[in-house]
């Protein structure tokens, strides 16, 4: 079965399609929400709220792009605006070191998916959220801005702080594990 | 190094992740209306499920035409059993004269050599007398004959009616003045037949078909099949069925689960039912079926339900934790080296899925009336009736209000009663002969409990509503 008869399938209610494009997304989508959420019961909220909206609004999908980014979308907005209830602060946070670490390529390839996701998760809310979104949406800082309704400077400054809190970790662990 | 390069290398190894997708969060989000109990009956209802409709209804009206026939044919094996005399006593006639206490039966012009104006006095009983204002004249009025008189007694026919009549007056008359039931027809009958041994098989004939010829004259068809017949009977015809049954059955069961709330928090009802999922549960019994006639019959017997359903929940914040030992060998100088060993421990928080499967079980007693028709070969039946219980219990492990997951067992479920009183039960039955004395049944059955399986300490009302399709035998018994 094609993508586009899955989701025409969907759209016709068929449950047996429901399932599969469930299942096939689940995964990826379930890392999605980890990324933006605090802990894996809110995660679990955002899914489950996101994949309502998916087959709610699958009707209006155009057959237009990636089906995946379409989905991926919803879910993305739907974990901002979980994260809106929790009234999200862009802070700066004060930290020893004006500048960023030199980091070498090499201390942190080695580094696994779970690894990299710990140290997301690991981010103040602010920092995580516009990292998620620029770095491994892809969202500019333009559109972040729309989004969390925020300046496009605060977004900008909020991606190099989390940039260089990423980098004191990874440093740090390194030390450790010297 | 770049922060691009930083943030491609993020990029890459994360876009496509993928993370383990809780257990049960499709139940959680697939669309309402494929949530949405669509009847236990109607539930994926396709083309078989169209086809076997069919058959069923099919079944119904063929049966009940089948039935309608059954019912329209004269019982042609009780008159079978009745000869025909008209080809050997051609001239006979028969008169019946009541006047008074008297009645008096003649029974003249044959062209047998044996019966002449024979004339016989019909005892001066009540019961006749009743039975004779209502114009009817059975044959069993032949074992009261009393004090008969015969004109001509040279005859064979005289002579045995007289003997027939002195060997039965006493015992028969007691009977009479009880009743007129079946079993003194038969034990009149039976008394009758050494007295028959005295008879010629024509003068047999004769008198059979002279009673016969007079029953018929006065039109008493009906009350001749039901009472005359003193050969072996049929069955079918009886008003009053001796026969009892025997069923064994088993059922897979689908329960559907109902809660309502008394005093718990929306939040923990909601995690309860997203902990609970209903599973296939089953029934198995016995029943004693005894039939009222033809048609009603009346069923008890005794029966274990088991319902299924999986619990599972997840245990947040749960600690692993693992001990590590790294053994280095560190060598300092040629020839020197030193084996180092450090010890670390590893603490991993994560959850854990705890799944385990909740019976909850009953013992019940049912009761019902059924309504079956049909043949010999396909009989259907509807049937309704009470199931009382006897006892219930709940095992395996549930959500309390703090969200916590607690075991259950027959002694410790503080929640549920351990006996939920009454349900209803309807079932519409198909019966299908496969030999001589055993039926095999499917039964699609629905039972509605009337009342709460938690007591007043519960926080939350729930009931299960039960339907099944119950399949097993039927053995008849005394036949």
């Known amino acids: 079965m094609t993508e586009t008869d899955l989701i025409k399938g969907c759209i016709k209610e068929n449950a047996h399609c429901q399932r599969m494009l469930f299942e096939q997304y689940a995964g990826k989508m379930m890392s999605v929400c980890l990324r933006y959420a605090n802990d894996t019961m809110e995660a679990e909220d955002i899914m489950q709220d996101g994949f309502i909206k998916v087959f709610q609004y699958l009707h209006q999908f155009k057959f237009e792009g990636s089906f995946e980014g379409w989905i991926r979308r919803i879910i993305v907005n739907t974990a901002i605006r979980h994260l809106e209830k929790k009234k999200i602060q862009f802070k700066d946070i004060d930290e020893s070191g004006a500048n960023a670490p030199k980091l070498d390529p090499y201390t942190y390839s080695h580094m696994g998916q779970d690894d990299l996701m710990k140290l997301i998760n690991q981010l103040p809310d602010g920092y995580k959220v516009v990292f998620n979104l620029n770095v491994i949406e892809g969202y500019s800082h333009e559109e972040i801005a729309e989004m969390l309704h925020i300046q496009p400077g605060t977004s900008r400054s909020q991606l190099v702080k989390a940039r260089k809190m990423l980098q004191h970790q990874i440093l740090q662990l390194q030390k450790i594990a010297v | ?479």
């Open chain 2, 1 to 479: 190094m770049t922060d691009n390069q930083f943030d491609n290398f993020f990029r890459e190894k994360l876009i496509n992740h993928t993370a383990p997708v809780p257990e049960g969060l499709w139940e959680k989000i697939r669309p309402e209306k494929e949530k949405r109990p669509k009847g236990f009956f109607l539930r994926n209802i396709n083309g078989t499920g169209l086809l076997v409709a069919a058959l069923l209804v099919g079944s119904v009206i063929i049966g009940t035409l089948t039935y309608q026939h059954y019912i329209s044919v004269p019982a042609t094996d009780a008159k079978q059993n009745i000869p025909n005399t008209n080809s050997t006593n051609t001239n006979s006639t028969t008169t019946n004269q009541l006047s008074g206490n008297t009645s008096t039966l003649n029974s003249t012009k044959s062209n047998n050599d044996f019966t002449k104006d024979s004339k016989i006095e019909i005892a001066k009983d009540p019961a006749i007398q009743t039975l004779a204002k209502n114009g009817l004249t059975p044959l069993n009025q032949l074992p009261i004959l009393k004090n008969s008189t015969i004109k001509e007694p040279q005859s064979n026919f005289s002579n045995a009616v007289s003997f027939m009549s002195n060997e039965l007056t006493d015992q028969s008359q007691e009977k009479i003045n009880a009743d007129l039931s079946m079993e003194t027809m038969n034990y009149a009958s039976a008394k009758i037949q050494p007295a028959s041994l005295l008879f010629q098989p024509s003068s047999i004939q004769s008198i059979t078909g002279t009673v016969q010829k007079n029953l018929d004259a006065n039109g008493h068809d009906k009350f001749i099949k039901s009472t005359i017949i003193i050969c072996p009977t049929n069955r079918s015809r009886s008003d009053f069925n001796r026969d009892w049954s025997f069923e064994l059955f088993a059922s897979p069961d689908y329960s559907l689960k109902s809660v309502s709330n008394v005093s718990a928090t929306q939040q923990y009802l909601d995690k309860k039912d997203s902990t609970e999922q209903m599973q296939i549960g089953y029934s198995a019994g016995f029943r004693i079926v005894k039939p009222l006639n033809n048609n009603w019959l009346l069923k008890t017997g005794l029966q274990y339900s088991q319902i299924n359903q999986k619990f599972s929940y997840r245990n947040e914040n749960e600690i692993k934790t693992t001990t590590v030992i790294t053994t280095r060998s560190i060598i300092r100088s040629p020839g020197d080296t030193i084996i180092v060993t450090d010890t670390s421990s590893l603490l991993q928080i994560g959850y854990s899925v705890k799944t385990i499967r909740n019976h909850y079980r009953s013992i019940d007693i049912p009761l019902t009336l059924g309504y079956q028709f049909g043949n010999e070969d396909l009989t259907i039946g509807i049937n309704a009736g009470v199931v009382f219980n006897i006892s219930s219990w709940y095992q395996g492990e549930l959500l309390d209000t703090s969200l916590v997951s607690v075991p259950m067992s027959k002694i410790s479920s503080s929640y549920y009663r351990s006996n939920i009183g009454m349900g209803l039960y309807s079932s519409i039955s198909v019966l299908k002969r496969i030999n001589e004395n055993t039926h095999l049944f499917f039964e699609p059955y629905f039972r509605y409990n009337l009342s709460n399986m938690t007591n007043a300490a519960s926080p939350y009302n729930q009931r299960f509503q039960v339907g099944g399709l119950a399949i097993g035998l039927r053995f008849d018994l005394n036949r």
